[in-house]
């Protein structure tokens, strides 16, 4: 089974900053990298898709980057909104699915 | 606009069988761009992948759980389900149903429609 290492595990940030996330696969994984937002109570919500693209009606201060085993998620300028707990999700060609483990990113 | 809502009892005993079924509307279970599946979140904790199922029959499931886990789609009634076997506590989890994205005619296996959610305890 592909492993994934999310970092960091927390992270606390002021608003407008450049906060980065990373993801870390245990076998190649082309782009087959999703991100999510969650918030409390809430289900997750899909950001990035295959590495880097935009999920309809992302704003465009979140991004990703990556392929193969290193992948980053970046909030380009840090707002209010953006406190949650976020996560990454790989699959294969299996179409097995696995989340990473979460970053809970809170203002400072 | 699609819409998913997750249903069953809230409630199951050590031992027992978990089922939840997750109503489709605005959609079709039988979309072949579709894949529909169940993730899990137990309080406090991440997210869990459990299984999905394609309305041809195919079926994916998490290998940790394969062991207990059937998901399967009903398209006469546009649902599909999850059955969970020998629950214990550690199986006390919001469950969620999803769908996969669909961009430029790819299918990503990514969920981009959510249910709401539906919390399950396992007690006795």
């Known amino acids: 089974d592909i492993q994934m290492t999310q970092s960091p595990s927390s992270l606390s940030a002021s608003v407008g900053d450049r906060v980065t996330i990373t993801c870390q696969a245990s076998e190649d994984i082309s782009k087959y990298l999703n991100w999510y937002q969650q918030k409390p109570g809430k289900a997750p919500k899909l950001l990035i898709y295959?590495?880097?693209n935009l999920a309809t009606g992302v704003p465009s201060r979140f991004s990703g980057s990556g392929y193969g085993t290193d992948f980053t998620f970046t909030i380009s300028s840090l707002q209010p909104e953006d406190i949650a707990t976020y996560y990454c999700?790989?699959?294969?060609?299996?179409?097995?699915?696995?989340f990473g483990q979460g970053t809970r990113l809170d203002i400072k | 606009q699609l819409q998913l809502q997750e249903s069953g009892p809230g409630l199951v005993k050590p031992s027992e069988t978990l089922s939840l079924t997750c109503s489709v509307s605005?959609?079709?279970?039988?979309?072949?761009?579709?894949?529909w599946g169940w993730v899990r979140q137990p309080p406090g904790k991440g997210l869990e992948w459990i299984g999905s199922v394609h309305y041809s029959g195919s079926t994916y499931y998490n290998p940790s759980l394969k062991s207990r886990v059937t998901v399967s789609a009903d398209t006469s009634s546009n649902q599909f389900s999850l059955k969970l076997s020998s629950v214990t506590a550690a199986d006390t989890a919001v469950y969620y149903c999803?769908?996969?994205?669909?961009?430029?005619?790819?299918?990503?296996?990514?969920?981009?429609?959510w249910g709401q959610g539906s919390l399950v305890t396992v007690s006795s």
């Open positions: 999700q790989q699959y294969d060609d299996l179409l097995l699915i696995a």
């Open positions: 999803a769908r996969t994205a669909y961009y430029f005619r790819v299918v990503i296996i990514g969920f981009e429609f």
């Open positions: 295959d590495a880097s």
């Open positions: 605005g959609g079709s279970v039988s979309s072949s761009s579709s894949y």
